[in-house]
């Protein structure tokens, strides 16, 4: 299981919080190099006690310039570019992985709140599409993980897990036999909708879209499925991984060589780095070179595939108990219930204002905007427009528009001289000179309408308070007639007789009436 480290680095003091992480061996770079970091050690200390020891003066010579050409051409190699590309896309492709996983909790929320029904038929139901669900995803983990293919071998254990029956599994055997290239994860996702369909048939889904949604998320859950064999049988590719590997352990290879204390005596500058007396004890920069860079290498073999036994890989066997343990209790214990509604402390108050802390000193002040303390003082404003002449000039004027006196807005416009010609039409903006004649001229008429917009305007307010009056009645008027055309008839015999006897009197009343009209216009 991925090591979680997330509590001891949730606060950085003093000189850092990855210090105290550096002690632990699970999970570590020391576990995980130690073997080949000793190989490296005890190749070098061979090749150093062979140049001191053991070889002849002429050898000697042979060996001192293998290690100048393995020193002068060792760091040709692009080791940190080939292998820091390499381990960023080992990364990406370990988290969207571990992404990529299918969680049946959706799917279990959707058949608890839309697969109605208390009876045990409605319970077997729902209880068994969260067991296939979980079955499909327990047998792709057996076609890519280790892990789990050894705790589930084969269907038996499945059905001895509780995830699998009999007649399911012969059915699967079956399917097996006649098409073995293909492998039947999806089997178990198909029963699901099945059942999901004979649940809306029989009425315990309500309608189609809740059967639609639920459709969906056992689509959605199969993709995921599908996506995880996609990324057990699609690797990054071969030529890649054999590239960064041969650049690692080639250059350290030749830095066994290259990196020797020699006793090379021919003088100058470049040969003093050959005899310097540290390195002649224990390669201190060639050790901490190997651990970064193959520790770096290391990091990409066990996250190239976390399906695995590493100590970074994903912990399924809790995956599979998990799922099962929780989609029965989404779907069958809390099926259709809740706490009872009862008020929070908040009622009366609408919304708290401040919410409480264990202590009173942890509570922080709220985040402000960027520009919340911003000094605006320093900001300097325009003073003078270089379009002053081409503006609108706008002069409030008060007059009274409605009950109480307002604000009139008048746009005064600077007169224009249109000069038309055949070929175009000019205009010039006339001077100061003919506006201030051109407000004179307005100024009388101002001064009139000033005195007579009272007048006119309560005028007008009047009419339109009239003729909303009148809309007003005309509205209810209709509405009475609408009220009276669908109340209900009466039902007695005598109430209806009476209406009928009602009616036909004031006809022959209208009638008799008319005709008296009549002769008395002959007579005239």
Partial sequence: MTVSYTAEVASCRHFGCFWKLLARW??????????????FLASFYCMALLYRYVLRDSDKVIFEDIVVYCHSYGNLIPLSFVLGFYVSIIVD??????????WPDPLAVYVSALVRGQDEHGRLMRRTIMRYVCLALTMVLTMISPVIKRRFPSYDYLIEAGMLNANEANIIKAMDAKFPKHPKYWMPIMWA?????????????????????????????RAGCNMLIHYDTISVPLVYTQVVTLAVYTYFMAA????????????GESESRYRNVINYYFPVFSTLEFFFFMGWLKVAETLICPFGDDDDDFELNWLIDRNLQVSYLIVDEMHNDHPELVRDQYWDEVFPNELP??????RAEHPEASTARMDLSKISTLTSNPYKAHSVDLEPDWTDFDDEDGNELRIRFAPHEINPSRSSV??????????SRFEEDLGEEEHLSRETSKDDFARLKAERERERMTRQIHH???????????????TSSGGASEQDNGRQTRKDTEIQTDKSHISKKKDK
């Fill in 426 to 435: 000019s205009i010039s903006v006339s001077s100061d000179e003919h506006f």
């Fill in 357 to 362: 802390y264990a202590a009173e000193a942890q």
């Fill in 256 to 267: 066994i060589f290259g990196h020797q204390w020699i006793d090379k005596q021919s003088g």
């Fill in 476 to 490: 209810a008027a209709m509405t009475l007639e609408l009220m009276k055309g669908e109340a209900p008839a009466e």
């Fill in 26 to 39: 699970r999970a570590s770079i020391y576990k995980i190099i130690w073997v080949d970091l000793l190989a």
């Fill in 93 to 102: 492709r370990w988290w969207n992985q571990y992404i990529t996983v299918p």
């Fill in 193 to 221: 909708s099945s059942i999901v369909t004979r649940a809306r048939k029989e009425g315990r889904i309500w309608d189609d879209f809740s059967l639609k949604s639920m459709i969906d998320e056992l689509n959605k859950f």
